[in-house]
């Protein structure tokens, strides 16, 4: 039987200060000195860090669409394509950040140990000690589930959309009057994602 655990938001405390760090080194080095490999793992790390923080998330905004521009044009932006669906979609963390809401689970939980598994009341393990170089922690575990909403701050700061699907209408829509569109292999031709770009016109605009 598989058992389930709930993480919220003090679960990845520690985590986010090190994926935060992370990126911010790989940044000062200089965005020319860094791989695409790299960047791109960087607007992965800053996306946790936006939904962690929300008092930081017009400052990371600003910070991860510099970043999604210097991509853009130095190695381009493809959109990625389902076969099974047959569309067009984007992972890319800027994308994802536009959606305000995310993933909230109503649920019966029961706290037990992370080291034994038994309930803290019945266990031998202390909270926040050491053991075998393992701290003891109180997890959630999942009983059973109740309901499931969309909500603005879901307690899993990281239960989110992870796909942003692009429909053949809005990809004609933007090719408008251009010649392309009437040889456009849908599916079979690579297709650049402009959002970065236009997200800075829009910002020196303003």
Request: proline share 3%; net charge negative; with cysteine.
């Amino acid at each position: 039987m598989i058992e389930l655990y709930i993480l919220k938001r003090d679960d990845f405390k520690d985590q986010v200060i090190v994926w935060r760090k992370q990126a911010d080194e790989i940044v000062n080095r200089g965005l020319n000195l860094a791989t695409e490999h790299e960047l791109r793992e960087v607007l992965e790390l800053y996306e946790k860090c936006f939904w962690f923080y929300p008092e930081q998330r017009y400052t990371l905004s600003r910070l991860m669409h510099d970043i999604g521009k210097y991509l853009r044009e130095r190695y381009g932006c493809a959109l990625k394509y389902c076969e099974d669906r047959e569309l067009y979609y984007s992972n890319c963390p800027n994308h994802l950040i536009q959606f305000d809401f995310g993933f909230s689970l109503r649920t019966i939980e029961e706290h037990v140990c992370s080291i034994c598994g038994m309930p803290p009341i019945e266990c031998d393990h202390l909270t926040g000690e050491i053991y075998d170089g393992v701290e003891a922690k109180t997890r959630c575990k999942l009983v059973d589930m109740i309901t499931a909403d969309w909500v603005k701050e879901p307690e899993m700061p990281f239960a989110r959309l992870r796909e942003m699907l692009i429909l053949r209408v809005q990809i004609e829509k933007v090719l408008g009057t251009d010649p392309i569109i009437k040889n456009l292999l849908y599916g079979n031709v690579i297709l650049n994602c402009d959002h970065c770009l236009q997200n800075q016109r829009s910002i020196i605009n303003k």
